[in-house]
């Protein structure tokens, strides 16, 4: 066989149109008498020789055998150069400089089978190439081919997002002889994805339901575009049931090549590590937008009860208006990091030389940081007189961040929640850079970046796993005495720290609760020093009761999640939707079965990805790095603050003038005369069997078109809260009357229209709003029915609907500070005790507007719409 592989090559000048070509001979090399067992044995063979030779062989013909000639079964093998290069077209004109490695080499090879199916022979009927052959063949597109084994290996790291230039390092370490290119590493890769899409948005379903992920999504109108869509994972879900005393939520950019924000929600488990609790891809960060992912958020938690204590998010207006609308009785608390950053760079802008600008921020510092309201007004007072002389400054600090928001940031008032730590939205930042990484390309399609987020949310559950696994069979050295033993392996190590950091305070507090201050009490739901000298002075342990539930679970929490409670069963929802679409035309049962259809097969969805980011003109580079853009502070511009509302939000500017062009002044005359001086304007509605609900949508931020969801949140609150509404209303009957009449369809009925004062009181507990109704009939102002108002009365939310022509509903925009109607006559009568503060902050107000009218009817009067 040596014969048959030895390279023996003659050169010999042969004349070709007058002119003399180099030609190289090497059919020494395959000539041989070897009967090979099969054609792709023969095939293997000549293709390892070619290549030992220098040059790849190709098939240039081939024919099998047929019932009607069994004897014509040969191939015909030929150098990849051979044959000439045919253009298009002969008058066809390409800009693409383009070659072609096509000489006419003559070289051919004939491979025969033999009779009786005895096997292969292979005979040399050209065995000259026309031009030199290839020392080494790198870059060569056919020597590079991968195999089969090849292709699955860069399937896999692809898969495991290795970058190309490592997945091509990783072949030629398993095989030195490998030729292959990273350009065709990267075909490989597409050729992968290829595969796996499909349909992009059809594949993302598939992917989610065989990941047992929770998901949702809502198309733009009229087509099958996605709009928002929001995703979470099962264990997600149970670690939300088990750590939901705070959440923290943040949006970040350049994820996608579709350039939707992603907005994350993440929690924070009993021993401190940061977990994801959903993700929600957006079309726009407007309300509605945010609305829409929290409800679907708020649905994930099954009891009213476990409701977050504290959320933490960012300054946008619209996540925070959002936020007050979901989770009404939650505490909104805003990043003290993102503000500081805020004021520095403003202060570094405005306040020159740079001793003023220290002054000023120690004067800043210790305001953000008083620990009491009477420390805040004295450093208030202070910071004040440093800025006497920057009062741009001092303006842009009050106006902007104290007086509508301290409850929300300084340390007086963030100290009096549970935050267990967490004033920042730094976990967050934290989990957007750890998922970039793992994207590294914002151009990913919709699997893609799917897949990277599953990886963060695997790695994350198993470090919490481990976590837990530590703090129940690993004890530390100094929680090692008879003072924890009552709390080692059933609380997290993380909350043994936190008290073993506050028992170093008992030797200066002792037990003097004043001296202590409790702030982990508060805040951390710990023992503070002084119970910690307590315990200390009768040699008692500490009791695990002393203990906040949060740092004693050390396990993805299954509580409320078997499917044998009648908590998640769907009978109700099953049979509300049966009673719904018995009662709907023919269309809408084709609607209502189409949406169902969606939910029950997924694969089958016609939904599609949004469009792509288009930029118009010339692009110089294009940027695949996912790092955000340059923050407000790190490029300052004093004149462009960053709560500028004409530059931070002006899609809510636009709608806001659009709301203005809809003015109808003449309106006015549907209000007692008494009240004209109140009210600043009058907005109106779409004039059909919803605008109520409407004005109650578009008062709290969430847009007139999400009246819907309105409708959705009162079913909710009535049947919640059924038993208190039937007290209320007389009987269970008016609350089922009441309940039915928020279910509507295409076009709702007379008893499907809203009415006050019954819906009132619905609307202002459900939202924990003041809700002041205005008509020329009565007016009245709706109180929440339980829950303690807010500590600030700037905290409160104040809503106004007007009923004019005794048909319609419509906005009321009600000067500050403006008289208020009396209370509707039974919430005094069926409010808990603890909501009776909510109208002792509006008497003055309630007795100006008495002071107007001579007379005020006491009974209440029934309004519908039309």
């Not at 007016?779 to 004019?804: C, D, E």
Request: hydrophobic fraction near 35%; include cysteine.
């Amino acid at each position: 066989m040596q014969d048959h592989f030895c390279k023996t090559f003659e050169e010999v000048n042969m004349p070709t149109d007058g002119a003399k070509s180099k030609s190289v001979d090497c059919s020494d090399a395959f000539n041989t008498k070897e009967v090979f067992p099969s054609r792709d044995a023969l095939l293997n063979w000549a293709r390892d020789v070619a290549k030992e030779n220098g040059f790849v062989l190709i098939i240039l013909r081939s024919e099998t055998s047929t019932k009607c000639n069994k004897r014509k079964t040969f191939v015909i093998l030929g150098c990849d150069r051979s044959g000439k290069y045919r253009r298009p077209h002969k008058n066809a004109i390409s800009r693409k400089m383009n070659g072609s490695r096509k000489c006419d080499c003559p070289f051919r090879l004939r491979g025969k089978a033999l009779k009786k199916s005895e096997g292969w022979i292979v005979k040399v009927m050209n065995g000259c190439h026309n031009h030199d052959l290839a020392e080494t063949l790198v870059g060569h597109p056919y020597a590079g081919r991968l195999s089969a084994e090849e292709k699955s290996l860069v399937d896999d790291l692809t898969k495991n997002m290795v970058k190309p230039k490592d997945i091509l390092l990783t072949l030629k370490d398993h095989n030195v002889d490998n030729v292959t290119s990273i350009k065709q590493i990267y075909n490989a890769r597409q050729a992968y994805r290829s595969s796996q899409k499909g349909s992009e948005m059809q594949q993302l379903l598939k992917l989610l339901e065989h990941d047992r992920y929770v998901y949702w999504h809502r198309k733009m109108d009229d087509s099958d575009i996605i709009r928002d869509m929001f995703w979470t994972h099962l264990d997600a879900i149970k670690l939300l049931g088990a750590f939901n005393t705070v959440l923290l939520i943040d949006t970040t950019y350049k994820t996608n090549r579709y350039q939707l924000p992603l907005l994350e929600i993440v929690g924070v488990t009993s021993t401190e590590f940061t977990f994801s609790v959903a993700f929600a891809y957006m079309e726009s960060e407007r309300v509605d937008n945010f609305i829409w992912a929290l409800q679907k958020l708020r649905g994930l938690i099954v009891k009213d009860d476990d409701e977050p204590h504290v959320i933490v998010t960012d300054t946008d207006i619209a996540l925070m208006n959002a936020v007050k609308v979901v989770f009404p009785s939650s505490s909104n608390l805003l990043c003290r990091l993102r503000i500081n950053k805020f004021v520095r760079a403003k202060c570094k802008s405005i306040v020159q030389p740079k001793e003023k600008q220290d002054l000023v921020l120690d004067a800043w510092d210790n305001v953000m940081n008083s620990p009491n309201e009477g420390e805040y007004m004295q450093h208030l007072t202070l910071f004040e007189k440093v800025c006497l002389d920057f009062p741009v400054f001092g303006d842009y600090v009050k106006n902007t961040w104290l007086i509508p928001h301290k409850e929300k940031f300084v340390t007086a008032w963030t100290n009096q929640v549970m935050h267990l730590g967490n004033t920042t939205t730094n976990r967050v930042e934290a989990t957007h850079c750890r998922l970039k990484k793992l994207l590294q390309d914002e151009k990913e399609d919709m699997c893609s970046y799917w897949d990277a987020m599953n990886k963060m949310i695997t790695l994350q559950h198993a470090e919490i796993k481990v976590s837990f696994e530590k703090s129940i069979n690993v004890v530390e050295h100094r929680h090692n005495t008879s003072f924890y033993i009552k709390l080692v392996g059933f609380v997290s190590r993380s909350a043994l720290g936190h008290i073993t950091d506050e028992y170093d305070r008992v030797k200066i507090v002792g037990i003097d609760s004043f001296i202590c201050g409790c702030t982990i009490r508060t805040t951390h739901g710990l023992p503070c020093a002084c119970e910690l000298g307590r315990y200390t002075m009768v040699n008692h342990p500490i009791p695990l009761r002393a203990i906040h539930v949060h740092w004693r679970k050390l396990h993805f929490s299954d509580q409320g999640m078997n499917s044998e409670g009648s908590e998640l069963s769907l009978q109700p929802e099953i049979d509300a939707l049966h009673k719904l679409f018995q009662e709907l035309d023919y269309a809408g049962k084709v609607i209502l079965k189409a949406k169902l259809h969606e939910l029950a097969f997924p694969d089958t969805s016609s939904v599609c990805p949004p469009p792509e980011m288009l930029i118009e003109g010339p692009v110089l580079l294009r940027d695949k790095s996912t790092k955000c853009d340059s923050s407000y502070w790190e490029n300052v511009d004093a004149l462009h603050p960053p709560h500028d509302s004409a530059s931070c939000h002006p899609s809510s500017q636009k709608s806001f003038r659009e709301s203005k062009c809809r003015s109808v002044q003449p309106m006015m005359d549907q209000f007692p005369v008494e009240i004209h001086p109140f009210i600043e304007d009058i907005i109106d509605v779409k004039a059909d069997a919803n605008c109520g609900y409407r004005v109650v949508a578009a008062q709290l931020g969430m847009g007139e078109e999400s009246w819907a969801l309105v409708r959705q949140d009162l079913i909710r609150e009535l049947q919640q809260w059924q038993d208190d509404y039937a007290k209320l209303f007389g009987c269970n009957n008016r609350v089922a009357e009441l309940r039915q009449s928020l279910y509507v369809d295409k076009q709702a009925s007379v008893n499907k229209w809203m009415t006050i004062p019954d819906m009132g009181y619905v609307i202002a507990s459900r939202y924990n709003v003041v809700l002041v109704s205005l008509s020329l009939q009565e007016s009245m102002t709706f109180f929440p029915l339980r829950g303690r108002p807010p500590l600030s009365q700037s905290s409160h939310r104040l809503i106004a609907i007007g009923f004019v022509h005794n048909c319609h509903f419509v906005q009321v925009v009600l000067k500050a500070e403006s008289a208020l109607p009396p209370t509707a006559i039974q919430w005094s009568r069926f409010c808990n005790a603890e909501s009776r503060s909510w109208e002792t902050s509006y008497v003055s107000r309630m007795e100006h507007f008495r002071s107007l009218f001579t007379q005020i009817e006491p009974d209440s009067v029934d309004i519908v719409e039309d």
